[in-house]
């Protein structure tokens, strides 16, 4: 049986966001960690979703939405552990050579994303018009991580505020890595 792990972003999902539905509803859906809301720590995001792979020798398929996506992308250049794929879903773009400045109040991140090829099977889910990346952004991303482009059309950043509820068509997505990773694809 695959686990499957969700990443959360650094904001607490609405009710009805898709990610706390399918949480809600499958039985092998797990956060990872609990949402925790603002501020987005990476250090602590990553020790918590390496602890959660670590949890189990089960492969994981990780389902990470927005800065959930820039935590799986720092794990990977970190650790090693029993994940066989990624659905990584409209990652905010932070271009390679930037850092916040130390007056502004930002959330403690990193001082850049890992570019470097993901050691799994991967699936980017991009927008048309996410006020956090474009088009060309997400590409890069995909590019240098090694994932398939999902194209998803105009769909905002793929949450409640875009009117996202459940969100079919990315349970579709996910059930093809799932089914990729038992056939060793």
Same mark, same amino acid.
């Given at each position: 049986?695959?686990?499957?792990?969700?990443? &959360?972003?650094?904001?607490?999902?609405?009710?009805?966001?898709?990610?706390?539905?399918?949480?809600?509803?499958? &039985?092998?859906?797990?956060?990872?960690?609990?949402?925790?809301?603002?501020?987005?720590?990476?250090?602590?995001?990553?020790?918590?979703? /390496?602890?959660?792979?670590? @949890?189990?020798?089960?492969?994981?398929?990780?389902?990470? /939405?927005?800065?959930?996506?820039?935590?799986?992308?720092?794990?990977?250049?970190? /650790?090693?552990?029993? +994940?066989? @794929?990624?659905?990584? +879903?409209?990652? &905010?773009?932070?271009?390679?050579?930037?850092?916040?400045?130390?007056?502004?109040?930002?959330?403690?991140?990193?001082?850049?994303?890992?570019?470097?090829?993901?050691?799994?099977?991967?699936?980017?889910?991009?927008?048309?018009?996410?006020?956090?990346?474009?088009?060309?952004?997400?590409?890069?991303? @995909?590019?240098?991580?090694?994932?398939?482009?999902?194209?998803?059309?105009?769909?905002? /950043?793929?949450?409640?505020?875009?009117?996202?509820?459940?969100?079919?068509?990315?349970?579709?997505?996910?059930?093809?890595?799932?089914?990729?990773?038992?056939?060793?694809?």
């Amino acid at each position: 049986m695959t686990r499957y792990l969700v990443v &959360p972003g650094r904001g607490i999902p609405s009710p009805d966001h898709w990610s706390r539905g399918w949480v809600r509803d499958c &039985p092998e859906c797990h956060w990872a960690p609990e949402p925790p809301g603002p501020p987005y720590v990476a250090a602590e995001r990553v020790a918590a979703l /390496h602890a959660a792979i670590s @949890a189990d020798s089960e492969p994981a398929i990780l389902v990470a /939405h927005s800065a959930g996506c820039l935590t799986v992308a720092i794990w990977a250049s970190q /650790h090693v552990g029993p +994940v066989c @794929a990624a659905l990584l +879903v409209t990652p &905010p773009y932070l271009d390679p050579d930037w850092t916040p400045d130390p007056r502004e109040a930002v959330d403690v991140f990193i001082g850049h994303v890992p570019r470097e090829p993901l050691p799994f099977r991967s699936i980017l889910v991009a927008s048309r018009n996410d006020p956090s990346a474009t088009f060309e952004q997400f590409e890069a991303y @995909a590019r240098d991580w090694g994932s398939e482009l999902f194209d998803a059309g105009a769909v905002g /950043h793929l949450d409640s505020k875009t009117g996202f509820g459940a969100w079919p068509e990315g349970l579709d997505l996910v059930r093809s890595l799932a089914i990729e990773a038992r056939h060793g694809a």
